[in-house]
């Protein structure tokens, strides 16, 4: 009996009237828990009403802990028929089952219900108190922590990152079931939530128990998604990085520039478990001797061996020994795994040694064809497969493991596609490995320099490359070789030195496809997919090229089946890596040249291209410094168009088939119009309009030229769908219309968001669906930030300046903290006169100040130091808000007059009782600390309407919806004791409507940390406006009078 | 290619003030969307018209969805649904509640019943104001009305907890209310330069001076009615005009206490005995509904009487003895007709 939860209801608020002739209720809650059931009483006559119940008591096993989730249901009593059930929540009690997170959920809680929505507010609190369980044989894997976050969660830092973990469960879908046909939509719906609560509960759990087993304690970039197979069932699948973290003491968590793991790691002693000699690495699959339970095969991965031999592995100090050195070393490490796959896009310092470039591999399986469609095994079977595939490719690129993994599906009817993804690299041991961090801290102290262009150089070799690729040497540290092109799926390491901004790159893309059954359905988009990811290729190189640019990040291809054509769609984030040589242009070749007019429309066509390159490199203010071609040597010959992109399809036959994406033997960047498709092409390349000034965009976490980025941020989800004619659809047409609803779609944010100039929308996430025969539905999540845009101006002059301070900074231990703070906050120049001086403060102090002006933490405002801080502050206040109140005026063209308009004075702001939380798809917040992670946050609704019309149409209905989910999101968050969402990630939104019924339903997959986030303090404000040589000492003040 | 659905909700809800005010005024998307192409915010940000469009219907949307949240301002402050920051939720509420002069003027006094709602086809047309806005306005006003009707406690206060108005709104919904019970007859011809800033400081101090509530303390409630008792009470000043030393007393109180504070001071005391008799009559006789309902009207009928000053500013005597304490110095000097 290792768990007993408790479980008060404390109240509730605007219930809905269920008593027409009253017009109130007469409610009450029950609350249950696996199979255990406890009732309020009524509380009769009123829409607020105060239960305040006893503590209701549940013993469970911590198994059940884990899986099940707490059901609350408010109900209205009737003496005489049924109770009317007026809603429910489900609250995940998870978080309440690690130390360092939550140790209690209260607050107010919407009453959600599929059918009308919410309805009403629930007060509740939730306590659990756990026996400690030393059962080794165990079924929970409670203690494990689980961060959505694809990178080191903030306040923690990477002892050991282990590595793959991956589990996958399946389930009858409730929708598919024959009860179904009997029972209301409602019930239906709430079947399938429970069901999918249960689902992901015993997902974690067994993932849990994988890290256990491991040795690690956490699960970093953890990914769960769903697929609806339909009639074949329900299948929950996830996959994450086993990590083991250590928690940093708190004062250094508060510091306001220690967010760089490799500082903390030297401040905070060195504290993890002595390594032992050696270690069994044949942990007994324990889990198979009780495993009644497990429904599934584990494919577990190895845990780690600890590489004896190697000892503290100080060996290398050269630079080409050291690379073979840790080339073995990882190969050591990495070769104990069966999948040696990060989840992880970011990395902790001198983690990243060499990135090779994007691998991907995907398979087209027949759903019906399941033998077993209530067992995983075959689901197993199909993503070993794949992951297999995936590891090959990594090979063939000179790598050992995989970073930026992901896999995900997509399904039309019976066919599935299964596609994963991610970026081949060589990685550092150190982080892998039990035992050798000190020795190999030591070694990257020495190696630093390179470290910064060496993710950069090839991983493979030479002479014997993978696929023909231009080699030139690197531009910054001209001893090793790089390619001049490099696409990745992580996220831009933070020690790369990139030239100018980034912009956000998408290939879009449609191909027709006959409507087909079965294996002949199959077939047929096996043999469109090579072609699509070729095409969905050429279009990001060229596009890539337009810009000037020479790197993606983040790349994410995502291909969509539907009844009658196949989706493409790739997003990534460009940007001018200064290691890489420059790209050359596009030329463009007719096929006749003897055409004189056709001669001229071509070189017309050229022009345009060259001054479209021209424009783009002003616009991201790419200026590379000119480099002699003496000193970086003579590249390579046989220059010829490479790809980064390996990857296979394989249809359910498993048959592999490998294709060459290289251009055969045509010169590197010439596109040759030889038909009208080509000529679209081109046009194509050219109407992609960029964003309006003050705007950025890209789908990383950050802009990789931005730094200075303002506390304001807005996080929204867009959704667009739109009906083809389904006259004579061609495939250009098909283009147009695709391409044009995304521009159109991104139009439209730029307009809305117009009021947060400067900004950048980042971590932009494109999600293509078809749910019908010609409707296609792009579902976008991103977030705008702002920044300052005058200080953007002085980093980008001061970046190389700054950079140069980061690398001394490194090797000066007694200095780097207050360095560092002040190179990221205060661009490096000398005292300003008074007057700027003041500015320049008020800038910099914008962070706070615009935190004042736009979010409403009222409690802080009583524990403000009042020294002569404050008084800048607020002058930087009443700066930053005329400033903003005259761009508001701009844009105060109204057509109306106000004549008629009886102006008067706003009421003084009542007191809200609703605390801000904020919602984010980044790991962090700018201008502020997280301090705390508090569990992860893992919710799925259904929400169904059979009066669509009513309810606004499809649009009413979505935005009322998703509004909804957003409400629940933070409502679980504050209940939790937190104040933001990081990492939130919208995975799945299906949206199924028939209009004639006037009924409609969706389902929502949200996923996200709860975190505690500070504001950075006053502290930061003292530090920035000292000259750099007295931060130490001012930083300590801050300290003593906050 | 049509645009089967076309959303955006972000985590707080973002509140454009001049799409409010588009919406609130009553216009269709597509009127909305013209105004908005001719202000020119299409050149600043190198939008398009269908740009313009789905976010003018987007924004439409959603103030739809916060309207049934803005009829319980209270609602909107704990409601979890919308992230909105404070001070844009009192924006929000106060533009919501906020009405315009012409339209107040039209209903002001008139019984807030479905027999007025049907007049307000009639009240657009007159105004310019859409009907749509007129219909908000016009339940706005019954909300309140029956929110507050049997409310104890002062009217005002008891507007601005229940709808969060700013302290000036809370104080024009009282006299809107206050006229509304009382159906004060505000539409006549002669009523018709009077301002409802005019009628809304008459009920003020009615409301002070006048009411139940303002007489007897204890007995709080009925901030909304007259004191009947008070009425008959009035019949007493005939007093004034009958007997000469009052009258002579009266006079010389009444200048005392004017004196330097009034424009047309020598009018007002050369006509003092035209003057006190007009609105001693008028006070004699609010013994009944009817008349009081016409109070305003008969206030200024009497032409020799007030046509030095407009009646409203000579209205609020409450007590026989000081007829003109109430007049506020910063109105304007009242216009000689």
């Not at chain 1, 007026?86 to 609250?91: F, R």
């Not at chain 1, 700027?836 to 914008?846: I, Q, R, T, V, W």
Request: charged share 20%; glycine share 6%.
């Amino acid at each position: 009996m290792p768990g007993k939860l408790k479980v008060k209801i404390v109240a509730g608020r605007h219930l809905p009237v269920m008593d027409r002739a009253s017009d109130l209720t007469d409610a009450f809650v029950e609350v249950k828990f696996g199979n255990t059931t406890f009732k309020t009483d009524v509380y009769l006559k009123s829409l607020n009403p105060q239960w305040n119940s006893e503590w209701f008591k549940f013993e469970v096993d911590d198994e059940d802990l884990q899986d099940e989730p707490l059901q609350i249901t408010v109900l209205d009593h009737d003496t005489y028929s049924a109770n009317d059930a007026i809603g429910k929540v489900y609250i995940d009690i998870d978080p309440l089952l690690y130390s360092e997170a939550a140790t209690v959920i209260s607050g107010w809680f919407p009453i959600y219900d599929t059918i009308h929505g919410i309805r009403g507010e629930i007060n509740v609190v939730v306590k659990v108190d756990l026996f400690n369980d030393l059962n080794r044989f165990r079924q929970s894997s409670c203690g494990v922590k689980f961060f959505c976050t694809t990178s080191i969660p903030k306040c923690y830092r990477a002892v050991i990152i282990h590595g793959f973990v991956e589990e996958l469960v399946v389930n009858e879908d409730p929708e598919y079931q024959w009860i179904d046909r009997i029972r209301t939509p409602r019930a239906s719906n709430e079947a399938r939530q429970r069901l999918i609560s249960l689902m992901s509960g015993e997902l974690q759990r067994k993932i849990g128990l994988k890290v256990l087993e491991m040795r690690g304690n956490a699960v970093v970039g953890y990914l769960q998604c769903f697929d609806l197979e339909g009639e074949s069932g329900l299948v929950v699948r996830a996959i994450g990085t086993a990590c083991t973290l250590d928690k940093l003491s708190s004062p250094a968590a508060f510091l306001p520039a220690c967010n760089s793991p490799s500082k903390e790691m030297k401040e905070s002693p060195l504290v993890h478990p002595p390594s032992h000699g050696c270690r069994s690495t044949h942990n007994s699959p324990i889990h198979t001797a009780t495993g009644s339970r497990l429904t599934q095969n584990f494919s577990v991965s190895v845990p780690t061996l600890i590489y004896t031999g190697m000892g503290s592995g100080s060996a290398g100090k050269e630079g080409g020994p050291f690379k073979a050195l840790l080339r073995q070393q990882t190969q050591s490490a990495l070769e104990q795994r069966e999948f040696p796959f990060f989840t992880l896009t970011a990395f902790p310092p001198g983690f990243l040694v060499h990135v090779g470039g994007v691998v991907s591999a995907r398979s087209v399986k027949l759903l019906d064809r399941i033998h077993n469609p209530d067992e995983p095994e075959t689901r197993d079977a199909w993503w070993a497969e794949i992951r297999q595939e995936i590891k090959s490719h990594a090979k063939a690129l000179g790598c050992h493991a995989v970073v930026g993994y992901s896999e995900s599906t997509s399904i039309c009817e019976e066919v599935c596609i299964l596609s994963a993804s991610g970026t081949a690299a060589v990685l550092n041991p150190r982080f892998l490995q039990d035992g050798t961090v000190e020795g190999c801290l030591e070694q990257r102290l020495e190696e630093n320099l390179p470290t910064r262009c060496g993710f950069c150089h090839i991983p493979y070799d030479e002479l014997n490359m993978p696929f023909p690729a231009h080699l030139t040497y690197c531009y910054n540290c001209r001893k090793q070789k790089v390619p001049d092109v490099l696409f990745t799926t992580i996220d831009l390491p933070t020690d790369a030195t990139v030239i100018g901004k980034g912009c956000l790159i998408q290939a879009r893309l449609c191909r027709l496809k006959k409507k087909a059954q079965a294996e002949a359905n199959a077939t047929a988009i096996s043999n469109l997919l090579p072609f699509m990811e070729y095409e969905v290729h050429t279009q990001l190189m060229n596009k890539l090229k337009l810009k000037g640019m020479n790197a993606l990040f983040g790349l994410r291809i995502q291909i969509t089946v539907g009844e009658n054509m196949l989706m493409g769609l790739a997003s990534a984030t460009g940007v001018y890596l200064a290691a890489l040589p420059t790209p050359g242009g596009i030329q463009i070749a007719g096929k006749t040249p003897n055409d004189g007019s056709y001669e001229q429309h071509i070189s017309h066509m050229q022009k345009k291209i060259n001054d479209t390159i021209a424009k783009n490199k002003e616009l991201y203010e790419i200026n590379p410094p000119e480099i002699s071609e003496e000193i970086i040597g003579s590249p390579i010959p046989e220059p010829r168009q490479r790809s980064r992109l390996l990857r296979s399809q394989s249809e359910s036959s498993d048959e592999v088939t490998e294709l060459d994406l290289s251009h055969g033997k045509k010169d590197a960047f010439v596109l040759e119009i030889d038909d009208t498709d080509a000529m679209e092409d081109v046009h194509s390349l050219l109407t992609d309009v960029p964003p309006p000034s003050g705007f950025y965009s890209c789908n990383t976490e950050i802009m990789p030229g931005i730094n200075n980025w303002t506390s304001e941020i807005q996080m929204f989800t867009s959704v667009r769908v739109i009906r083809l004619s389904s006259l004579n659809l061609t495939n250009q047409a098909l283009n147009k219309n695709f391409n044009d609803l995304c521009e159109n779609l991104l139009k439209s944010l730029y307009f809305k968001l117009r009021s947060m100039i400067p900004c950048c929308l980042c971590h932009v996430n494109f999600t293509v669906s078809l749910p019908e025969d010609e409707l296609i539905q792009v579902t976008v999540t991103a977030v705008a930030i702002t920044f300052d845009k005058n200080q953007a101006l002085q980093t980008t002059k001061t970046h190389v300046e700054k950079s140069l301070q980061r690398a001394s900074t490194d090797n000066e231990e007694l200095l780097q903290f207050p360095l560092e703070l002040c190179s990221d906050s205060l661009p490096s120049h000398p005292l300003p006169p008074a007057k700027e001086h003041l500015e320049s403060a008020s800038s910099n102090s914008g962070i706070p100040a615009a935190q004042r002006a736009t979010s409403v933490d009222y409690s802080s405002f009583a524990d403000r130091c009042s020294s002569w801080i404050e008084l800048i502050k607020l002058k930087a206040q009443t700066i930053r808000r005329g400033s903003i109140k005259t761009t508001v005026t701009v844009e105060k063209a109204s057509p109306v007059g106000d004549g008629n308009f009886r102006n008067r004075s706003a009421p003084p702001c009542a007191n809200s009782t609703v605390g801000v939380v904020k919602m984010t798809p980044l790991s962090f917040i700018p201008g502020a600390k997280i301090t705390k992670y508090l569990g992860i946050i893992n919710m799925f609704f259904i929400r169904e309407t059979t009066s669509l019309r009513e309810e606004g149409g499809v649009s009413g209905f979505l935005h009322a919806f998703i509004a909804e989910v957003f409400a629940m999101v933070r409502a679980h968050v504050a209940a939790l004791g937190g104040n933001a969402v990081v990492s939130y990630i919208m995975k799945q939104c299906v949206f199924m409507e028939n209009p004639n019924k006037n009924q409609a339903q969706c389902l929502i997959n949200v996923s996200g940390d709860a975190v505690v986030f500070v504001r950075e303090s006053d502290l930061e404000v003292v530090s920035t406006q000292q000259p750099t040589a007295n931060c130490q000492s001012s930083c300590t003040e801050g300290e003593v009078t906050t | 290619m049509t645009s089967e659905l076309d959303i955006f909700v972000g985590n707080t809800t973002l509140i454009d003030e001049d799409m409010y005010r588009l919406w609130l005024d009553g216009y269709l998307v597509t009127n909305a969307v013209a105004l908005r192409v001719r202000s020119g915010i299409l050149e600043q940000m190198g939008s398009t018209a269908a740009v313009l469009q789905s976010d003018t219907m987007d924004r439409y949307r959603t103030f739809h969805m916060l309207e049934r949240l803005l009829h319980a301002p209270p609602k909107l402050l704990h409601q979890l649904i919308f992230q909105i920051l404070p001070s844009r939720q009192a924006l929000l509420i106060e533009r919501y509640y906020a009405f315009d002069e012409a339209f107040v003027r039209e209903v002001l006094g008139k019984k807030l019943s479905k027999g007025t709602k049907k007049d307000l086809d009639d009240i657009s047309t007159i105004t310019g104001i859409t009907l749509k806005s007129c219909r908000r306005q016009f339940d706005n006003f019954k909300r309140v009305f029956k929110v507050v009707e049997e409310m104890r406690g002062s009217l005002v206060d008891n507007i601005q907890q229940h709808f969060l108005l700013s302290d000036q709104l809370a104080r024009d919904y009282a006299a809107i209310v206050f006229f509304a019970n009382n159906r004060f007859e505000t539409g006549k011809k002669k009523l018709q330069y009077l301002s409802f800033g005019d009628f809304a400081f008459s009920a003020e101090l009615m409301i002070q001076n006048w009411t139940l509530g303002a007489v007897d303390s204890q007995m709080d409630d009925m901030h909304m009615d007259l004191d009947k008792e008070f009425l008959q009470d009035l019949k007493e000043l005939k007093l004034l005009v009958a007997d000469k030393d009052l009258l002579d007393l009266h006079k010389s109180l009444v200048c005392t206490a004017l004196w330097g504070k009034l424009g047309v001071f020598s009018e007002m005391k050369a006509n003092f005995k035209n003057l006190s008799r007009g609105l001693v009559n008028v006070a004699t006789k609010l013994t009944h509904n009817k008349d009081v309902r016409d109070l305003f009207r008969r206030a200024v009928l009497p032409k020799s009487v007030f046509s030095v000053c407009p009646l409203p500013r000579w209205l609020p005597t409450p007590g026989p003895l000081g007829p003109l304490h109430g007049h506020p110095p910063w109105l304007p000097p009242a216009p000689l007709s």
